[in-house]
């Protein structure tokens, strides 16, 4: 059961927008920033999102990311093939940090 | 452009001791701390510590204190994790994560290494 709560599946078809909600609490993401992480199978998770809203160089504009209260949400517009794989939010909880169990997201 | 460089896959008994060794290059390796990050196959990401190869100081979570060791050897720019009393569910994907300065700000886990496939079986 993880701290974060993700839904554990996602989809949509090339250029549609999808949502990822990550749900949380007030000692971890309503206190906090939220990270979140992209993993193509077979490969390390890579940084797609830090401080909520804040992309790393090299990650397109498609992905955007938002917070409110105790949730925050990854939205990619522009939906394209390679985006599928799995996604996951972070959080500091205290000095812990936590994660979100995941949602996989298809391509259609 | 900074690598992680983790060792390779080990298959070890139950009861026994792995150590992961995360191997840094082009950048200060004494100036971010090193994350630890574990995945069981097919299922997600589990933080298991931190810790800071300047000071020496880790902080692991509850769940693996009195198991987990975090360690580092700044000369080789190397990082550890020693991780004892092996049990089956310690079968996974180890990773070790890096920071990065961005604009004056420490962003947490912007690099990861491969990961280490530790397998725990009889």
């Known amino acids: 059961q993880s701290v974060l709560t993700q839904p554990p599946s996602a989809s949509g078809t090339p250029g549609q927008r999808v949502t990822i909600s990550c749900s949380g609490s007030?000692?971890?993401?309503?206190?906090?920033?939220v990270y979140w992480y992209q993993q193509v199978p077979g490969t390390a998770p890579k940084l797609l999102m830090y401080?909520?809203?804040q992309r790393p160089s090299g990650v397109p504009d498609r992905f955007s990311g938002s917070k409110s209260g105790t949730s925050a949400s990854l939205a990619i517009s522009g939906l394209r093939s390679e985006d599928e794989g799995d996604y996951y939010c972070a959080a500091w909880d205290g000095s812990v940090r936590v994660f979100g169990g995941g949602t996989k997201l298809t391509v259609l | 452009q900074v690598q992680l460089v983790q060792s390779g896959a080990e298959v070890k008994k139950p009861g026994a001791s792995v150590r992961v060794s995360c191997k840094a290059s082009?950048?200060?390796?004494?100036?971010?701390?090193v994350n630890w990050v574990r995945q069981v196959t097919g299922q997600g990401l589990e933080w298991m510590g931190w810790m800071n190869p300047n000071s020496g100081k880790s902080a692991s979570t509850q769940k693996f204190q009195g198991r987990v060791t975090m360690t580092s050897n700044a000369s080789i720019n190397t990082a550890y994790m020693d991780l004892s009393s092996l049990r089956s569910d310690d079968t996974a994907v180890y990773y070790c994560?890096?920071?990065?300065?961005?604009?004056?700000?420490?962003?947490?886990?912007?690099?990861w290494g491969q990961g280490t496939l530790v397998t725990v079986s009889s």
């Open positions: 082009g950048d200060s390796f004494t100036s971010y701390e």
């Open positions: 007030s000692s971890n993401i309503g206190s906090n920033y």
């Open positions: 994560t890096r920071g990065l300065i961005i604009r004056g700000i420490i962003v947490n886990s912007y690099f």
């Open positions: 401080r909520n809203d």
